[in-house]
């Protein structure tokens, strides 16, 4: 089995030929995530959940909050692994500076394409659509292109965020490079596949496929005989995105007073207790009560003993998760690693503990499941407006009647995209055929943010004004 290499899975190449010199002090990653900081697919996931919704309060994670966390920890960690594998001679120093810049751009964006009202917003979505294409489009079944929207995932969301929708001069979008895209790629299948169906989660859209293949060729992810494997770099902004999530979500259910943490606490504390590389941890979280003994209130105290549980795992994990990654090198490298680098030996049980305390904790508390009951109605309500707004194909785009007014409502950067042809050209003769009509909608309503989303919702039930 032939293996990946770093030359070309560190592809600077862009669909669009780049029209900015290169410098020798900053690489094609660097360039990447220049570009997209300021964006305002970046700025709106400052209002998008991470786990709590529609928070009037500044102490709890956002999806932005997340994603710069993503991107720091990628940045370390692609460091660290990029200093192990040059003292091995399998890297050079450009390359691993070109591995920690693009993991720190690819964590910024792995969540740019979430619907609102978190992952939930995902299973909204691709409920919604079932029932309406059973009821109102039993002609579309056999169309590939509906798929996408059945098996709908935030994952290649992004990938069309960045490659389509974020605009900036063409149809090319962001125009990033091929090994940033390619490490996005998750799930590296399409919706029409025996993956999609037994996974329930695809890579990328109908709309993107022959990006994705020249992605794939020019990254060296197709090999030799026509399998694609997963970017090795993948394997470590996963790592780096659960490190962040599980024990940030942990420490925001604490601030949110939804965690009984002294129970919590002993229990991690007994399951660890004589694994070597927790074996400082009860003494960090001793210390830390010691410190903090007199003249803060328990709450304080708490979320302190929280912190310094955060801070400390989140270390060993990164250790770990780079030591499971030169292990399994070769393996990675084949496309032969079917596991998850947190599923190593040393880490397993502790992540294991975590999720199930948050799915119980966090994801399971009154609070998120009332706001997940909202999200439901907010989202299937706007699909069920604007879906059958473009639907019919007669008055759509007519401003005197309600389904025009409806569409007219939708985002112009949005509707000017799905108006391009091949050549970037604008034409607004251009008829928009069903799968366009759709994708418009879905492009919509899922960039939109918590907040937007229900006021838009509040606005066309009539109990708020614009």
Excluded at 115 to 130: A, S
Aim: glycine letters at 6%; proline letters at 2%.
């Amino acid at each position: 089995m032939d293996k990946m290499s770093w030359g070309k899975l560190l592809s600077s190449k862009r669909e669009r030929p780049s029209t900015v010199p290169e410098e020798a002090f900053r690489n094609a990653f660097d360039m990447d995530y220049e570009r997209v900081i300021s964006s305002s697919s970046v700025r709106r996931l400052q209002d998008k959940a991470q786990v709590f919704p529609l928070q009037e309060n500044d102490f709890t994670r956002t999806r932005l909050t997340h994603s710069l966390e993503v991107s720091s920890i990628g940045r370390s960690v692609g460091k660290r692994v990029g200093y192990l594998l040059k003292e091995k001679g399998l890297m050079t120093g450009t390359q691993v500076e070109m591995l920690s810049s693009l993991l720190a751009a690819a964590g910024l964006v792995h969540d740019l394409g979430n619907p609102p009202f978190g992952h939930y917003g995902e299973n909204i979505i691709r409920d919604w659509f079932q029932d309406y294409l059973e009821s109102h489009m039993p002609d579309c079944r056999e169309e590939e292109w509906v798929n996408d929207f059945l098996f709908f995932d935030g994952n290649a969301q992004t990938l069309r965020i960045l490659s389509r929708l974020q605009f900036m001069k063409d149809r090319h979008g962001m125009n990033f490079s091929y090994g940033t895209l390619g490490a996005l790629v998750k799930y590296p299948w399409g919706s029409s596949t025996e993956k999609a169906k037994s996974k329930g989660k695809i890579g990328f859209f109908v709309s993107e496929k022959d990006l994705i293949n020249d992605i794939f060729s020019e990254t060296g992810m197709a090999g030799d005989s026509g399998d694609i494997r997963r970017h090795p770099a993948t394997y470590l902004l996963e790592a780096a995105d659960d490190i962040s999530y599980l024990f940030a979500d942990l420490e925001d259910t604490a601030k949110k007073c939804c965690l009984p943490w002294d129970i919590v606490k002993n229990e991690i504390l007994v399951e660890t207790d004589g694994m070597s590389d927790f074996y400082r941890l009860r003494k960090e979280i001793e210390e830390a009560r010691e410190r903090n003994k007199e003249n803060i209130s328990h709450e304080e105290k708490m979320l302190n003993e929280v912190m310094v549980f955060r801070v400390f795992c989140q270390g060993v994990c990164i250790r770990n998760i780079c030591d499971e990654f030169i292990t399994n090198y070769d393996d990675i490298m084949q496309g032969a690693y079917d596991s998850e680098l947190l599923e190593g030996a040393t880490t397993k049980k502790m992540i294991t503990m975590l999720r199930d305390i948050c799915k119980v904790y966090a994801y399971g508390s009154n609070e998120v499941l009332s706001l997940e009951l909202i999200g439901k109605k907010v989202i299937s309500a706007l699909l069920d407006r604007f879906i059958t707004a473009i639907s019919d194909e007669e008055h759509y785009e007519n401003q005197k009647c309600e389904n025009g007014k409806l569409y007219g409502l939708i985002s112009p950067n949005f509707k000017y995209v799905q108006y391009l042809d091949e050549k970037s050209r604008y034409s607004e003769d251009k008829k928009l055929n069903k799968h366009e009509r759709v994708q418009l909608v879905i492009d919509f309503i899922s960039g939109m943010t918590d907040s937007y989303a229900l006021n838009l919702h509040n606005m066309l039930l009539g109990v708020r004004l614009p």
